[in-house]
């Protein structure tokens, strides 16, 4: 499906791991419809491990008994997921998050569960079973789940036809898959079959390939198969790898946009690591949490929150809700990186884009580790006329201005719409 | 100096190799001023040799002896450029060429004269000579005229500033400097004497740098320095080249504007190779050359003529003067290919740009070796309303149209404004 | 154990592939026993899935069920070895193999069988199951039995204790184990628990890793932990495979000696590929056979007879019993390379060893695709007086030489003795 | 030619750069006639820049005026050279140092004078000048005296026939040609063209090549051109040089011998720099001296003195002296590494080789930073019989043994002769 803007919503995995549940599911989506759904925010995303019964933590058990029907289909583990009682699956929990006016979404590996090959499972709707679809040499290198499919196979069409449709009759509106963005080109045949499977299932539902870094040399099989695809690693609330970000999104900025979003992974705010820590909190600082949003909506990546947003303070739920800044995600058009350069001791960015409504964006960073006080001429973004320009995080509005006057602390951003 | 769009004239190369004269400059600046001009083509640009009296072709001569004056500077071959003698150097055909509307630009190489170095000539304003300033070990590789200067030295500043201050005083306009371009990091500290002399020197002129491939890394340095880059080795009528310059201008268009102009080279059109024979015209087809300047223009190349263009016919003059080409070319901004990829046996690419004076360019490329026949929807260009569009080479105009049909031979193009 | 010649045998897998059986091991056992073992050889090798009940050719059955006995050990499959019926494994088959003289060995793959891990099986001696040491990402690319054994995990080393002391009470002498070889660094730790439990096993046992192409850089480990190691992947009776073998060689010779032997892997002569067809055989020529010889004597290599050995011919046999050349295999010492070049429209490899027992090998081989008549000066070979030499091949003897002439067809070769 | 021991020898360059002179020659040549001609050293080579009046160190003068025949020949600078006035060359230099019963040898760069080519100087025997076989783009990238010739142009040949054929005149026996060894392949075709105008010249000389690292892949150009080439760049007397040179004597070992020596550099021992400083010193500690001769003599590189030989201390003498060693150089065969180890807290190589005469040398060098105790097993040299060994170093001899007992201070060496 082509979205107009970059899908936005929750993900389980920063805050919880693989030890997400029902009730942790429930009570964020309650909290996304009462306080951000207004603002954009709609998918509800369960993330990894959910038919593993005793997922504790973000670590895996090694060969851990997964709850799995007679067609080698992963279902929910009832001791987490209670309304997937009876064989249900996620439908009562789908049915929930649609009646708070959100969309569902949920997490899975590529390929076939091992416990099915070894114990013989049936595909749906053949003769075949996970035996003759598996591949004995393609796993996933950080979880011992699954066996790669051999599109190649007879079955494993009907395979990945049977999942998808199980999805789709519970309600499933959103698919992280996972060992698979950047598995390319070895995972190329099974990505195309995953996806004709998922287009084919007749419900809509965006796909999301992780994990990254996805293959630039590829863009054009995640465009052909996917809707957004993670340009990076996990990320995490760590400066290094804030800064590291800037370097990607310039790479693929020219990739983005008409319903592609190459993503720079979920945002780390507020509480996260809560299966470790439940006092935990994002490392970032307030600057570099607004630098976050600045880039990832100015370059328009998907926005997944990270954290457990019932507790979200103050300042995370403003950051979340600063409709301007949102608004450039849903408005910037043709953004790039303008230069990136040491100024002084410090080292900075400048990223500009078109407004769809008019007028353009201009985003400046300071990504270096001393303070900045610097003017850009605006005729270094070919603005040759004196324009009016909007502060967008504190919405201050200057006049026929033909400079921007930036003073900003290290890891600090300005963002401004000019004309 | 910040040029607001790509410089757009004439450079000899094409047509005479070193052996470019008096004679020919003049014909060529009164047919660019009489037929060109009001187009927007302005620069008149002298190449390589002309301080080399027996220059006959594409070819140098290895250790030719060099018109000089006593401070190390070469000038004009008194044999090819008559109106120097005197000690004038090149002011009166600046001055020719400034009476007819147009502006002189000239071809320098990095560095001092052999000559001079092996001469013991002195250095203007120092008691150096050129042997302080030379480096045994900086030469270029295709041309044996100069040695490397060494930044570091005492009269290296002063040098440049004498040559400099010698062109401003014949009124030169644009300076082509060669042997530089792809030579970081070894010439880095080179070029910046050079520039910093240039900008010194009392007279505004553009900097072009030669040859290439730029490299991609150092975008910050001929920020710095100058006004365009080679992003190419030499560029000739090739199907080959203009195949990769694709590739080319994918990679630097989001460093392009405001000033700052990677170069995809001389427009090898019309009677080139002269020198060789007079009947000689380019090999590019008229698909081919409609191809090249909607490439050029939507990313926004500098425009240099490489014909002879007293001997241009009707098509050569009409695609140097399609007037919503080169509006294409000033008015561009963002530019980027949207993608590229196979169509049935073909190979299509996609650049859109947004106009500055409104609407949004799309540009549709046939690089492959079969007929293409395709839709593109405008969805694709994030253009979610029916809009009106113009075909740029034919001028037809579609109203409410929410769809792009192309219909291309091979290498073929198509150029349209949305909106 | 250190071998003071590099090892000779036989080995099932050029012939049966994974398809050997009981029957098979015996006549060929018989038939090394009363025709090969004068000349030195003496392994007689069971190569992969003597515990797969179906194994039927070169190919494997992907996640075929396994012969295993409670402490997840592979035990032989009783319709293919009969005699090892009611927990004897290969006891009966290794003591029929000793009793002619000879010496027994098996192929094992690196890890733990998958179903064991799948199925819970226990480890001798530990409360510890397979799943305890078993490491979900560590799987070999071309055969999906086993998954890799973290060394760091309670429970490793006693497994590995356990299966080598099951394989010395069957008798066992040599362990060709596979997987292993060109799997460094990830599988080092690995390698060193597994060398160290066969060294502590109670028996002598040569081990042989598997396959190539061995790591260069790792040869330290190597030469810690075993006896041979491949040089190359799979060799097969292909002239490519063979001209490639010379820079193998040349890279490797070295570290040859002493107890070391990079291993060039296992001649494919005679009757070859007996499963898919019984009527195959070798498809290298008389001539390339004897240059396989003769490259793999003098630069050492282990040497392992791939063939249906009863259905050996008269050419084959004398291969394979040529006393000189055998000797030479026993006897070099520091071979090495002396030239490798073009000699009018062909290709020319002179090696050169000494002789432990007194005089200098020299071998010349016609790598190219001409034929060669050449004369090599024997001052090359730093040999300065005249001396007499033997032809290797045909015990032909020349006294006082200075030169030897050598007239070789393509792909053939002359070995000498000199002195 | 083809020498049959490594070439032993003196040159100016370690101790006096490019400011070697006549009275320098003399005395050393009459210090190596007296102490050193009955251990086998014979050969005494000037370096560098002797046709340069100016030369007074290590350091270059750019663009410097030199000393030249009207054929563009270079020729002695007679302020430093004063027995070459009149236009005799160094033929009385080598008249001398022939009288004392040894060797003379030369520097010369690759190529023909800058100054000759910017002068339009003859070529003896051609109507073709300097101007016409130079390269404007063939230079030395740390000395600017000359351009590189041309191979495939008229006239070429005949310069290089005319400059050996005046070095043969004057006697000369030894060419180290620089600026070529590492400039394969672009130089090929001129070392091919040096090569064979040296090989015709009249007279047997010795070429070596300079400066390396000499390219491994180009082996068999250099065995059909040279005598030896260097197989590093300049070396001097510092630790890290001399380790890694293991490295590069492992790599170039198999190309060792009958008359061709990759070539370790000379020996940076005694009264070295003395242009800078008279009482200058080499920094390499006794230990360390041993190990460097010890590795030269066992890999048998050439043996060149880099010292002020008449400043030689005992040390030194000694060390030059040491005929067992010195035997080495001559009589090792088959050289090589047979292992490179951590050995508790420091880093041991074994090399071994053959003795031509009898016997088999081994050298254990202890090249960590920690003291040595070690034991070597023969078998670990396939020496099974218990056997004598002698200590090179020190002639103490032990019977009948089956092990080394090694004891080493750090960057110490041991060498033996067992058998």
Known sequence: ????????????????????????????????????????WEYVVVDI????????????????????????????????????????????????VHSLGLKFGIHIMRGIPRQAVHEGCKILGTEKTAKDIAMTNSICFWNGDMYGVDAAKEGAKEYYKSIFELYASWGVDFIKCDDICRELPQAEAELKLLSEALRGCGRDMVLSLSPGPAILEKVDVYKETADMWRITDDFWDDWKALYNMFERC??????????????????????????????????????????????????????????????????????????????????????????????????????????????????VFNIGEEKLDMTIDLEELEIYDPSDITDLWNSEKKEAVTKLDVSLPPHGCSAFLVG
């Not at 995995?13 to 603002?39: I, P, S």
């Not at 997922?55 to 001791?79: T, V, W």
């Not at 309304?83 to 789908?94: D, E, N, R, T």
């Not at 995370?316 to 995600?329: A, F, G, H, V």
């Open 49 to 96: 491990q959910w038919s593993e019964p005793t997922a504790d933590s973000h670590e895996y058990h090694p060969f851990a008994k997964l709850c799995m029907d007679e067609y080698s289909r992963l279902i929910p583990a009832e001791n987490r997921f209670p309304s997937s009682a009876g064989g249900k699956g996620f439908a009562p929990l789908a049915e929930y």
């Open 250 to 363: 310039e790479k693929w900025c020219i990739h983005t946009g008409a319903g592609f979003w190459p993503d720079a992974d979920m945002l780390p705010v507020g509480a996260i690591r809560q299966d470790y820590d439940e006092n935990d909190r994002t490392r970032f600082t307030e600057d570099e949490q607004r630098t976050m949003m600045t880039l990832w909506c100015i370059f328009r990546s998907p926005l997944m929150i990270g954290g457990e947003m019932t507790k979200n303070d103050d300042f995370t739920l403003n950051l979340l809700t600063s409709r301007q800044i949102l608004d450039m995600s849903e408005n910037a058009r043709h953004a790039h990186q303008v230069f990136r350069k040491k100024v002084k001791d410090t080292e900075v960015v400048l990223w500009t884009a078109v407004n769809a409504k008019g007028g353009q964006y201009a985003a």
């Open 1 to 40: 499906m082509r979205t107009k803007k970059p899908p936005m919503g929750w993900n389980s995995w920063d805050c919880y791991g693989a030890a997400v549940n029902e009730e942790t599911v429930r009570k964020n989506a309650l909290y996304m419809a009462e306080h951000l759904k207004d603002y954009g």
